[in-house]
């Protein structure tokens, strides 16, 4: 938490820079779901895409991105199922995509989703903690790649988050 209001505090003072250069993304993907796993056994983690796939990014900023949609996945999941991880290309573009089988976001919620201190307010996620940050730097730190997220949501069925980036 202390982590995440000190970057944006660093994003709004123009003080994140993004720091491109090429890594093994499949890889960073393996050690999130590795981590992801250990703290959530009820939940099933699967990794569909290439093996072998270099991105050209930021590899400290994309982790933390990774992370936070994980764990997002898994907060609000909480009877757990499966959290897949997508790497897809097409044209030197990456598409990276996180789903769930959790409780879904409305068409309504959905707009303002990315805002700064944004929360949905329902009888589902009432219990689940947070200050409605992660998903605002989230978007942010895809937007100073040159990207954007978008969002495929039904309630009752899950989400999926999806984002780009470079090929090296």
Do not use: W
Request: charged content about 20%.
């Amino acid at each position: 938490m202390i982590s995440s209001f000190l970057h944006i505090s660093r994003l709004e003072g123009g003080h994140i820079h993004i720091e491109k250069s090429p890594f093994d993304l499949p890889a960073l993907i393996s050690d999130i779901i590795e981590d992801a796993a250990i703290a959530s056994p009820k939940h099933h983690f699967f990794y569909h895409g290439e093996t072998t796939l270099t991105a050209f990014a930021d590899r400290e900023k994309i982790s933390m991105i990774l992370t936070n949609l994980v764990s997002n996945a898994q907060k609000y999941s909480p009877s757990g199922g499966d959290i897949t991880i997508s790497c897809l290309t097409a044209n030197k573009k990456i598409r990276v995509s996180v789903c769930d089988q959790g409780i879904g976001i409305s068409p309504a919620d959905q707009k303002n989703l990315f805002k700064k201190f944004h929360r949905i307010e329902s009888e589902h996620t009432r219990l689940i903690p947070g200050f409605g940050i992660g998903l605002y730097l989230v978007s942010t730190i895809i937007e100073l790649h040159g990207s954007s997220i978008t969002l495929e949501s039904e309630p009752g069925k899950g989400s999926t988050f999806i984002f780009e980036l470079e090929e090296a």
